[in-house]
């Protein structure tokens, strides 16, 4: 008797340690998988800084931006949408970006208060989506830079740097600095590509 009780007690012991293991293996596995899970999320989300750019470095891909509080360094690389006369010193702008490897890394640069035209950052397919939808706007050509085929345009909303290729139907003489334009364009990848562009009124420019 004595020897089957000391045996029972064995066994139960042995069952007792196992579930421990068992529970303590799924404890770590649920802690593990939700400090990925934040992490994660935190790293993918797009944050947005209101601010009056302090300055713009293109050679090293910064740039300062002071807060209310505090000035912010973020960085730049092959996918932020920057307008170059938006980040003058002393322009407000509404800074969208991400955090990446400990860096704030620039998505959109927009004039403060203005809606993002940012898609999300979207790659392949999915940028493929969103092409081939026609949009208008109106509005005042600032400049022309024959050197990659893009212009600027002042809009009620803000500006706009748009680009235009051999495709591009240009009417009456349109591409011109200082004039008000009606431009139909589709996005295509992250630029917003000219199908066509004519004056709105009857004014005159400087030609390109």
Known sequence: MLLRNVFMTAVACAVLVIAAGTNGEKDNGMDGSADTSMNGAQTGDTMTMSGTVQEFDMEQGMLLVQGDTATDTFYIDEQSMIDT??????????????????????????????????????????????????????????????????????????TDTLYYDQDTEITQNALQQGIEVIIRYEMSGDRKVIKEIAPATGNGGEAY
Do not use: C, F, H, W
């Not at 969208?96 to 860096?103: C, S, W």
């Not at 092409?131 to 050197?147: D, F, H, V, W």
């Open 85 to 158: 006369q938006m980040v003058q010193p002393g322009t407000e702008v509404d800074v969208k970006y991400m955090e990446k490897d400990g860096r704030k890394v620039v998505l959109e640069v927009m004039p403060m208060g203005s809606p993002s035209s940012y898609n999300g950052g979207n790659n392949g397919s999915d940028q493929k989506n969103g092409s081939g939808e026609e949009t208008t706007i109106t509005g005042t050509i600032q400049s022309i830079n024959p050197a990659d085929s893009s212009i600027v345009v002042q809009t009620d909303s803000g």
